[in-house]
T-cell receptor, first 111, second 110 residues
């Protein structure tokens, strides 16, 4: 089973409120990623976990948090959502040098 | 800083046509190259990958890589309506970071 699951699939949030998105995979992959995708733009890497080590991109360092309580789960946390956070959030996992497997995404709308 | 560009942004082709999608990258140290396909409402799914210069064919799909020209491409033979999707190219230099292009939206008309 090469399924990556994401919850929720759709999320409506108010400006200034927190948002927590969940990703899970049962492939025992060592690396999990979070991307932000806006229309007509490339998926933008936000952060990734290699095992228990979190790597956050410099330009989004303060905007997103994450946790990986075990190998299967990874969350993406926004402390205070702004309008600019409205986007599709894609989770992916990978083992070693292999291909990334993506989840279906969570569409976040901030009002 | 890796820069990955795709062309064209969108493409409409008739069923049965040959389709060519292009991807350029800026980091000459790039080592791994993928094409992903995303149907509407679905997860992006890896279609093909290539790690050395040359061509690789899988069914109706061929991927071509030219590292010297910082370019790789995807060719679809006998395009089908089911090929209609967003195609994303992706490049990895070494570590764990993968950089994506913004995508080519392909529509194959019956």
């Amino acid at each position: 089973d090469t399924t990556v699951k994401q919850n929720p699939r759709y999320k409506l949030a108010r400006v200034g409120k927190p948002v927590n998105l969940i990703c899970s995979q049962t492939m025992n992959h060592d690396t999990m990623y979070w991307y932000q995708k806006k229309p007509n733009q490339a998926p933008k890497l936000l952060l990734f976990y290699y095992d228990k080590i979190l790597n956050r991109e410099a330009d989004t360092f303060e905007k997103f948090q994450s946790s990986r309580p075990n190998n299967s789960f990874c969350s993406l946390y926004i402390g205070s959502a702004g309008l600019e956070y409205s986007a599709m959030y894609l989770c992916a996992s990978r083992q070693g040098q292999d291909t990334q497997y993506f989840g279906p995404g969570t569409r976040l709308l901030v009002l | 800083q890796q820069n990955v560009q795709q062309s064209p942004e969108s493409l409409i082709v008739p069923e049965g046509a040959r389709t060519s999608l292009n991807c350029t990258f800026s980091d000459s140290a790039s080592q791994y190259f993928w094409w992903y396909r995303q149907h509407s409402g679905k997860a992006p799914k890896a279609l093909m990958s290539i790690f050395s210069n040359g061509e690789k064919e899988e069914g109706r799909f061929t991927i071509h890589l030219n590292k010297a020209s910082l370019h790789f491409s995807l060719h679809i033979r006998d395009s089908q309506p089911s090929d209609s999707a967003l195609y994303l190219c992706a490049v990895r230099t070494g570590g764990y970071k993968v950089v994506f292009g913004s995508g080519t939206r392909l529509l194959v008309s019956p």
